[in-house]
Structure formats: C-alpha cells, structure tokens
C-alpha cells in the first residue's frame, strides 16, 4: 500500500486538502459535518515488537485536562470499529491502525472517514468549539 498515493487520491475524492511531509508522513485536511473540517496525519510506522510495518492514522480531539471522563471514552471505544482513544504529546488523539501489506483501499477509506468524524464529534462534544 502506497500511503501518500492513497491519501492524495482520496484527499482528491472528498475536497479535502493534501500534504505530504515525507515518504512516511502525509495530512489531509478533511470536510466532516456541519462545513467542518478534521485533520488527519498518516504515518508509517515499523512495529519492532512484530517486525513489520504499520499505517497510522491520528487525528486531535482536545488537550488533555484533569475533567476528562476517561472511563466513559473507553467505554465508547467499544463501539468503534477501527479507531481507539490515545494519549500523546498532551492531547487526546483518535487513532486507527492497520498493517501495511494487508489493508486495502476500502478499508483504510473507512479508518480514514472513521477517525476524521469521530475526533471531530468527540472534540465538539468535549469542547464545544472546532479546534483541529
């Protein structure tokens, strides 16, 4: 799977909006509901524990903070079909990740949808305002 390819093209698709950092890093801009818009970055990454190579789909939902009901997104991750709550660099993150020789087009289409409308419901339901 050619990971910039696939998110140019599809950037393409939607209206949404292309960059490429590098071979291993690509952002589209996304248009979600309500004229919004979600940013999600694609990276490949190599999993050592597994030797191989994995797409990681991220997208920003808030700033961590203490009043976070943690308990309660971990329970609505369980309704999710590829994304999971993450931590990282102080913000709470959608991600979705798939191994690079077994997804397909249709699949990370779906992560793709999947991670950019669940980060954007989740940032307006836990921030009111639309920040990534």
């Known amino acids: 799977m050619d990971l910039t390819a696939f ?3 599809y950037a393409d698709q ?3 909006q ?3 950092y590098d071979s291993n890093h690509s952002i589209i ?3 979600v509901s309500g004229n919004r818009f979600q940013t ?3 990276t490949i990454k190599k999993n050592e524990l597994y030797n191989r190579s994995m797409i990681t789909l991220n997208s920003k939902v808030c700033t961590l903070r203490p009043s976070l009901d943690f308990k309660m997104l971990l329970e609505q991750a369980a ?3 590829y994304c999971r709550f993450v931590v990282n660099e102080n913000y709470l993150q959608m991600e979705s990740v798939a191994a690079v020789e077994t997804v397909n087009e249709g699949t990370l289409t779906e992560m793709l949808q999947e991670v950019a409308n669940l980060a954007d ?3 307006l339901k836990l921030t009111d305002a639309d920040i990534h």
Do not use: C, D, S
Request: no cysteine.
């Open 18 to 20: 292309f960059t490429q």
């Open 121 to 123: 419901q989740y940032e």
């Open 29 to 31: 801009i996304m248009p």
């Open 79 to 81: 309704y999710f079909n």
């Open 40 to 42: 999600v970055i694609g």
């Open 7 to 9: 998110m140019k093209k």
């Open 14 to 16: 939607i209206g949404g």
